[in-house]
């Protein structure tokens, strides 16, 4: 067993863990953070993704101990975070997720915001082609990522102050607006 | 979960205390740097250290530095992402640039170092599972068992190179920087620098040249002639996160009337060790690129690079296919080193 | 309990509706967004143990013995398991029971489950796993479902018949060979479709809890909670009032968790035999094990038209490769044929279908369970037969189409139908006419189209109750609360209940709360399967509402004196029609409504009317309503590397009413992708040896955001008759035509015919270089069926 402090969503805790416990099993069966998820273990679906010193990287690969000393953001401190600034709610992000539809079965979608979260914080203004290729390490079995694609950029457009592209479901079979 | 199995974990925080642990524990001990590599491979059980040496937390290993001589100096454990991104890295060593930028996906480059990926493990598609389909396969030679499933009744583990920044840095004429525990009574640093083609044996059970309880510490590469271009393919079957199928690295040196004056192609994912292809320079040197002559030249190189690259099963999916591919990953390379551009990717 | 009689497609409140058709948010998105949702591994009790399977190394074997001893002695080990603690078999078609929550005396495919261990962790678990020594006679393993066809020795299952054949079916309808005799054109060949599966992002995790009472829980990640109590029920030998399944919040499912698993009945027997909570959580490889993904199949089609573009005649031969156990496979065997049916009419039908087993992880219904291999085959065929009578592909599609309220050739009832419209929303979407045909070589444009239904009346256990059923309660704070069995797998089935329930009683949807998926607690739904939920839930949901509406409406006129039909309740409120200055909020209404008739409360329900042809298996693919698709596929060809790149798809989907849009266009694209990826990336296979030739989501290659095309959706309202408002399905059906659309178009960029699946780069050279190769020595496929 390893004592060692984890910083998570800002909080400065002390943990207890096996040294070879992974990051993801202790956010989720330690700390009880279970909005990180778990789809393959083993580094290829992105569903661990969690932000270290606010870039993502996969909780499941990484051992626990090591992430010591670095900022760890989980899902569940988006909120907190945005109210923390002023903010009201859920996180844009979060919330333009919701908006736009992309929570399916929600169980990419941790993963899947924080790095469309990552992504924004370092270029508030992506271009489809770097959206895609930000959320090129999170596998969705749900959405066909079309939804995901426009809650990103339902961001930048509001972050822009400029109206977003409407879906060409929008407008219905009878040509009315929904 | 896939448990990962115990072991002790190690955290130096400089180099001398890192070797010592090596010293110490020899090959009980494996050091880990991003871990992309290493952690799925132990939850596989492929490898089962007593002691995990984590060279995270050792700063000297992390930078990207040009030296007064013009030459990019990378820190072991400096990230992919930070290789791919750093305009130092793109300038001096594009190939090298393209190459990190088309590893796995994001998150991983995130985490992987370069180091990490020089010295990743070869792959192979009966050897990159778990223990329970190991133990129903009745293992292969590379490990546990007696057989290789790619060459039947072969003798040797053909396993894959399968790391892209391997042939880059090999255009590049790369140097590493091993460092080894100080033998008892000596005081130097126990160094070595290699030139980066002499660390691979053709070997896919370890292909590579090491002493025990080394670090890699650096990667070196030297200035480049004054025209370098290089330029990255890379065949697989995603966009992202796949292990390359094929992958190919080109330097072409070209002087200032557009004549090739040198040029060198490497090539991954084939066997066990990366390898350049041969007898290229008869054909390119002295074309002017963009001209006809040079592209019959590539086309001519990419037809040598077709007869000299056999994949293998060692790979999922069609080895013929890739076979196909070589010649064509090869021409497109080239001509995107050509023009100052690359990488050559489906997507 | 007909409810289908009293809803109409209308606003509950005559003129518009005030919910219903728009892109609200989903009752669960925030909980979603924000990583608050419990989904099964989320669960943590108190003093858990965990469990591991151990599972077969061969792919075929008998089972001479299994000695847990050592393993029960490790410490940390509560509880060991085998098959003989559980022989009952069981199986989601009550007809063929052929599994085991463990193997009793045989394995059939390498990952088949062999026993189970619960300890104090996984890492012990796993550690005992290795102690437990199982003696096997490895017997002849069958990959290949020919041989399984033609080989009867070993047996995979102790069939009556004492074959490997897992189902046949051989249905005739109509002339067949004197339609053929009279076409102007006869179009015959092979395809060849693989295995894929499903992939849901989260594995199948289960929990129990064993009460001091007697009481069951299990916690699983179930897209089928009525069929798992069931089954739980009988493999246990436990009577099912002590047992309650709970479905928490899904991690995705597309039919791959709509069977009961073992680890279901491993988690609740070993909690049983412990006294204390148990998990299991299957590793990402398990999964890829438990599989019951989309069946490889064989099929020849022949296919005869009339040089006006009218098909006279369809033959059909089908052998499907089912894995190692039956699961839905009868219906599997039935769908492949019975569902061809749509969008178009033709005269003459036949079709023979055959399931093999084979040594290989166990087939079952992945989204557009059935018939999206037949549908592959018969739309990349119908553009042949375009080509050869010189007749545009959406033409032809337009010409056969069967239109609204007619019957079909096997004897379907088909009410609404706006497949008309979906071609024309693709065709124009695509620029078709001024495209297609016309691009340079390399890309091209292809159409199909499908149709797929909206539930079935088969309920997989003969009985007459309803098929779905609801409860709703009201708060004195005027919330009100659905109680439903229906399964919320990600598709909104829960937000959908909820938008109906609103419209119907003119609240907020943040006044509904949704309890769903829980057998102590909700009535019985038979699951999400077969496209059911939003059709059949939907129209319990209206039941439930009208009812209650009925019992407030009729309060307030009361309260006010006034006819019953001067009350509405619209926007949270109860309002005098005729006096705009009258007004109570709802929940005052319901405080009126309490006084007069007591606690208040409805039921509401859904059953299907009598549907089917009449003959055996009539009733297989009879659906309430069937919806239907088009998509138009925009296909760039590297001619170089034989890549294919599916660089946009349109696609229209009618699901009668959309009851919000969003959710709607989120299904169409998210089938888009799936069937996409299936044609060009994914396969799921067994190697030489029959192991899983990468059980990983490394190995199985599954797109990402950067592989996906750019999807146009487009909502197509036919209005069903019967649908709740008109609604029908949207989850599968626009799955179907997507893949032979894009080996249409693929045709249409670079002239070649691909009727093996999948796409790869390899098989697209192939055909390139065929192509080039001089007339004659072109080898079209002889006979394989
Ligand atoms: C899903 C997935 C996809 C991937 N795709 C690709 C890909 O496309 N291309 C590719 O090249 N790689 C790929 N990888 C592999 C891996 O992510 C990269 O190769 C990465 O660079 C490895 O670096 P690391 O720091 O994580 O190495 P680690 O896992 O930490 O180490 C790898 C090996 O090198 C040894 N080692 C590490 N550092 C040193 C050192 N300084 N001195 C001596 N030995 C050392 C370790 O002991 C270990 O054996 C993929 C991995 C995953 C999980
Ligand atoms: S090539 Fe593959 S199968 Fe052969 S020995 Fe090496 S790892 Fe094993
Ligand atoms: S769970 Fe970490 S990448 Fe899949
Ligand atoms: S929303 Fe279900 S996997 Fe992405």
Known sequence: MRVFRLNVNGDDLEVAAPAHWTLLEVLRYELGLIGSKQGCDKGDCGACTVLLDGSP?????????????????????????????????????????????????????????????????????????????????????????????????????????????????????????? | MLRLPKFELEEPATLDEALALFAEHGSDAMPIAGGTDLVPNMKHRLFEPKVVVSLARIEALTGIRVTSGGELEIGAMTTLADVARSSAVQERAPVLAQAASLIAGPQLRTMGTLGGNVMLDTRCQWYNQTHFWRTSLGYCLKKDGTECHVVQGGGKCVAAASNDTAPALMTLGATLVFQGPTPPGESKANLREIAIDALWKADGIVNKHTEPGEILTAIRIPAQAAGHRGAYGKLRDRGSIDFPLFGCAVRLDVGTDEAVTGADICAVALVARPSHVKRIEDELVGQRVGSDDFASAVGRVAELAYKQCRPMDNSPGDADYRREMVPVYVRRTLHAAAQGAGPVHHV | MAARDIHGPAPPWGDEFQVIGKPHRKIDGLAKATGHAIYADDIQLAGMLHAKTLRSPHAHALIRSIDTSQAEALPGVHAAITGKDMPVRYGVIPWTPDENALAVDKVRFIGDEVAAVAAIDEDTANAALELIEVDYEPLHAYLDPVEALERSDPLIHDTKKQTNVSKHVHLDFGEVDAGLEAADVVVEDDYSFHGSTHAPIEPHCAVAQFGADGLLTLWSSTQITHYVHRALSSVLEYPAQKIRVVQPCLGGAFGGKSDPFSLEFCVAKLAMKTGRPVKMLWTREEVFYAHRGRHPMRLHYKTGARRDGRITAIDARILIDGGSYSSFGLVTTYYAGQLLTGPYDFPAYRFDSTRVFTNKPPCGPKRGHGSVQPRFAFEVQLDEVAEKIGMDPIEIRRKNFQGSNTETVNGQRVTSNGFDQCLDKVETASDWKTRRGKLPYGQGLGVAGSMYISGTNYPVYPNKMPQAGIQLKVDRSGLVTVFTGGNDIGQGSNSVVAYLVAEELGLAVEHVRVVAADTDLCPVDLGAYSSRVTFMVGNAAIDAARKLRAQVVEAVAAAWEVAPQRVRLIGGHAIDLEDADRGIELREAFHLAEEKFDTLGSTGSYNTPTLGGDYRGGTIGASPAYSFTAHVVEAHVDTETGRITARKVWCAHDCGRALNPMLVAGQIEGSVYMGIAEALLEEHDVNRFGLHAGPSLLDYRMPLSIDTPEIEAFVVESIDPEGPYGAKEAGEGPLHSSIPALANAIHDAVGIRLRELPFTPGKVLRALREKQAPAGTESRAAERV
């Not at chain 1, 690969?61 to 090591?66: G, I, M, V, Y």
């Not at chain 1, 997720?97 to 469309?116: I, K, V, Y």
Request: some cysteine.
């Open chain 1, 57 to 178: 990287v996969l909780s499941c690969l990484r051992l626990a101990a090591t992430a010591e000393g670095h900022a760890v953001v989980t899902i569940e401190g988006l909120m907190p975070m945005h109210k923390a600034r002023g903010g009201d709610g859920a996180d844009v992000v979060q919330d333009a997720f919701d908006r736009c539809g992309a929570l399916q079965c929600g169980f990419c979608q941790p993963g899947m915001m924080l790095s469309a979260r990552a992504l924004l914080n370092e270029n508030p203004k992506p271009t489809r082609g770097e959206i895609h290729d930000a959320l090129a390490g999170n596998l969705c079995r749900c959405t066909g990522y079309t939804q995901i694609v426009q809650a990103v950029e339902l961001c930048v457009a509001e972050a822009a102050g400029v109206e977003p592209a409407q879906p060409a479901w929008s407008a219905d079979a009878n040509g009315k607006k929904v």
